[in-house]
């Protein structure tokens, strides 16, 4: 049953198998952080993902402890994962939030396997692994832990400056193995933020963060994501955004123009209706294609970051010291769009 395995492929089951088996205990909790949403505990069979087409993938692995995510950015692509469990891809995916209680242990007891090579382990491809939730459930550390005692490479793409909390486990992890940490920021513009990324840390906090990890000796570059045509592209915004990216000390910067799935795509439209009707009907013609920008728009954007970043000083994405930069979907390499196991613009 989808519910007691929770892989990352579409379920064929109904909503009745999430609240009809004994593998899901839902819990609601009144502190003001967790107001409005619901958690649905499962004890998951598997933690390890297999990414489809892994041949063209950078990494193979991923995991994911959480699925749903109440940073709850617009633009969200991993919106559509949640229709597999037959929930709701919009107010549902901010607010019923699936916690894989078990993920450490399993995890752990995984990685012992004598059928385990020890390939990299991505975290933070389908939904952010620092979201709120990772406050209270504590899972974060458990998995960090297994994977510094089995000295496994693994990597951690994030919006949640929640990961400070785990700093010294992922120093003792990055003393044994290969540690990327990378962050997203894709615009400083605080009236932006506000709006399509209302339950994440302000883009100033995370560029703290940033300072912070990199301070203490954990590389982190910035996943520059997403770019949003015509509120956040301006040459003013990118400038400022590259120059706060490299002011925190990030050791890369990737820029990645929105893209706009399915799932992600009508969310998105229904708030530009609401937010800013007028450029309604240039995305309409600039996503007309499909999900992806046309080409020459993105690689636009693509030289003009990099021209920043090689003006405020920002070193190539692979440095020495450990870090490696998460790839991210949309670049050369990553899986065509309807694979299962997503990266999303965190
Ligand atoms: S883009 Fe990332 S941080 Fe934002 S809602 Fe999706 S998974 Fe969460």
Redesign the pocket.
């Known amino acids: 049953m989808r519910w007691d395995n929770l892989a990352e492929t579409p379920a064929s089951s109904g909503s009745a198998a999430l609240f009809g088996t004994s593998a899901v205990t839902t819990r609601t909790f009144d502190t003001p952080e967790f107001r409005g949403i619901t958690f649905h505990e499962v004890r998951a069979r598997s933690i390890l993902n297999r990414v489809p087409g892994a041949s063209r993938m950078p990494f193979e692995w991923t995991v994911n402890p959480y699925r749903g995510?109440?940073?709850?950015?617009v633009?969200?692509?991993?919106?559509k994962t949640h229709s597999y469990l037959d929930l709701d891809t919009g107010i549902g995916?901010?607010s019923q939030i699936v916690v894989k209680i078990n993920a450490p242990e399993l995890l752990r007891r995984q990685l012992a396997s004598r059928q385990w090579q020890g390939a990299h382990i991505a975290m933070?491809t389908?939904?952010?692994c620092y979201?709120r939730a990772e406050g209270r459930y504590r899972l974060m550390p458990g998995i960090i832990s297994a994977l510094r005692d089995h000295a496994n490479p693994f990597s951690i793409l994030?919006?949640?400056t929640l990961i400070l909390r785990d700093l010294d486990l992922l120093r003792q992890a990055a003393e044994v193995t290969e540690v990327g940490v990378s962050v997203?920021v894709g615009f400083t513009d605080r009236e932006l933020w506000r709006t399509v990324?209302p339950?994440?840390p302000s883009p100033e906090r995370r560029l703290d963060a940033v300072r912070t990890l990199t301070d203490h000796g954990i590389g982190c570059g910035v996943l520059m994501a997403p770019v949003i045509p015509f509120l956040g592209d301006r040459p003013d915004q990118l400038r400022a955004t590259v120059r706060a990216i490299a002011e925190a000390g990030a050791t890369s910067v990737t820029p990645l123009v929105l893209h706009l799935r399915p799932g992600a795509r009508e969310w998105f439209m229904a708030w530009l209706r609401e937010h800013h009707p007028h450029l309604v009907a240039r995305y309409e013609r600039l996503y007309a294609e499909g999900a992806y920008a046309p080409r020459w728009y993105q690689r636009r954007i693509t030289r003009h970051v990099h021209e920043l970043a090689a003006e405020f000083g920002i070193g190539p994405s692979s440095r020495p010291g450990g870090h490696r930069r998460l790839p991210v979907r949309g670049e050369p390499g990553t899986a065509p769009a309807d694979e299962p196991t997503q990266l999303?613009?965190?």
């Open positions: 995510c109440s940073h709850a950015c633009y969200c692509f991993a919106r995916f901010d933070g389908n939904v952010d979201q994030t919006k949640g997203s990324e339950g994440t999303t613009l965190l």
